[in-house]
C-alpha cells in the first residue's frame, strides 16, 4: 500500500482555473472508436507454452546455427515484448506518436484515491488533443493518463486512451507499492478526487494492462529468487537491473533445474549460410546475468524440431512460420 505523505493537502484551484476546465473538458465531436485490446492480443494467437524437463531427439545432421537476429522470437518471448515488457523504465501508450497535445492546463496537487489507499500531492493535468481529452496524475514514482469528459462537474472516462509510466531508481517497496496500485487501478477499482467543486470518478477496467502488472510482480519475485540462488549479498533494485524481463524469465527457470521447455518461433532471415532444404536450423543466443561479484552467461539455443523444406525457401530468404522449437539453456563456463 502506498504510504501517504500528506494527510489534507490544501487544494489551489482557482475560480479561473475551475472555468478554463470546464471549457477544455467539453467535447463537441465524436470520440474515435479505438480496437479492443482483447482482440489485438487474440490477433497475436499467444498460447501458453509447455514446459518439459526431458529433452527430445533433435537431429544433428546439417545443423546449422545461426545467432539470433533482431526481432526474431520466440512465443515465450512474445509474451514479454507484446506486454512491452523490455527493461525499466515500465512505460506504455495507445495514443498514437501522430497526436499532438493541443491544449494544456495544472489543476495543481491534490491527494486521489484508488479505490481505498490515498495517494497525496498528486500533480492533475488536463491534456487536450484533436479528438480527445485526458487527465494526467504524476507523483514523484509515477505518472499515468486516462482519457475522459466531464459529466456535471464529474470527470469520468471516455474511450480507451491510456499512458503511463514508472520511472527508474525506485526502491523494490516502493516498486511494488506502485505497479499494485496500477494493477488494482487497470482491474476496476475507482479512482475519485475533490477539486473544489470539480469531482473525479473514473472506473476503467483493462485485463490486459492488468496482467501486465501482475506480469512485472512475477519477474521481481524471479529476480529476488534469482539473487537468492546465486548467494548475492548486494546487487541493483530491481527498477536499476539492465536485465530485460525475458533474461530474468530464463534464468530463474534454468537455476531452478529448467533447462528444457517447447515453444514456437517466426522468422524471416537471409540465406547467408547457404541453407539447403534438409538442413536442421538452430538460433542462439547469449544472456548475460551480471551482479556484484557474480557474472553468469546463459546460452539460449532454439532448435527448430522441422527441418528447413522447399517451402520455406524463397528467393533468398528461410521463412518459417508457428514453427516448434525446444529451447536447451546451457551455461557458458568462464
Not at 546439417?62 to 522470437?73: T, V
Not at 469531482?199 to 501482475?214: L, M, R, T, W, Y
Amino acid at each position: 500500500m502506498v504510504v501517504p505523505e500528506e494527510v489534507n493537502p490544501k487544494c489551489t484551484t482557482t475560480e479561473s482555473t475551475k472555468e478554463e476546465t470546464s471549457a477544455l473538458l467539453t467535447l463537441n465531436y465524436e470520440l474515435e472508436k479505438e480496437a479492443n485490446p482483447i482482440d489485438i492480443l487474440a490477433d497475436t494467437e499467444i498460447k501458453d507454452d509447455i514446459l518439459k524437463t526431458e529433452q527430445t531427439e533433435i537431429s544433428q545432421g546439417n545443423l546449422i546455427e545461426i545467432p539470433i537476429e533482431n526481432g526474431i522470437e520466440t512465443g515465450i518471448e512474445i509474451l514479454y515484448t507484446s506486454m512491452k515488457l523490455k527493461n525499466f523504465p515500465i512505460k506504455d501508450s495507445n495514443i498514437s506518436s501522430y497526436e499532438n497535445e493541443i491544449e494544456k492546463i495544472s489543476l495543481n496537487s491534490t491527494t486521489i484515491y484508488i479505490g481505498e489507499t490515498p495517494i497525496p500531492n498528486t500533480n492533475i493535468k488536463i491534456i487536450g488533443f484533436n479528438k480527445f481529452k485526458i487527465i494526467e496524475f504524476r507523483t514523484r514514482e509515477f505518472k499515468f493518463g486516462i482519457s475522459i469528459k466531464l459529466e456535471n462537474n464529474t470527470i469520468i472516462k471516455d474511450g480507451d486512451y491510456f499512458k503511463y509510466e514508472i520511472f527508474s531508481k525506485l526502491k523494490n517497496s516502493r516498486l511494488l507499492s506502485v505497479v499494485e496500485l496500477l494493477k488494482n487501478f487497470f482491474s476496476g477499482h475507482r479512482l475519485t478526487f475533490t477539486l473544489n467543486d470539480l469531482a473525479g470518478d473514473i472506473f476503467v477496467e483493462n485485463p490486459i494492462q492488468s496482467h501486465k502488472f501482475g506480469m512485472i510482480i512475477e519477474s521481481f519475485e524471479k529476480y529476488k529468487n534469482i539473487e537468492s540462488l546465486l548467494s548475492v549479498s548486494k546487487s541493483k533494485s530491481f527498477s536499476e537491473t539492465n536485465l530485460d524481463f525475458y533474461t530474468i524469465h530464463l534464468f530463474d527457470l534454468f537455476l531452478k533445474g529448467q533447462k528444457v521447455l517447447n515453444s514456437w518461433i517466426n522468422f524471416r532471415i537471409e540465406n547467408k549460410n547457404n541453407i539447403k532444404a534438409g538442413n536442421s536450423l538452430v538460433f542462439s543466443k547469449i544472456h548475460t546475468l551480471d551482479f556484484k561479484g557474480v557474472n553468469y552467461n546463459l546460452k539460449e539455443l532454439i532448435f527448430i524440431k522441422d527441418k528447413v523444406s522447399e517451402k520455406d525457401m524463397t528467393e533468398n530468404n528461410i521463412v518459417g512460420y508457428r514453427k516448434l522449437v525446444e529451447i536447451q539453456l546451457e551455461e557458458i563456463k568462464k
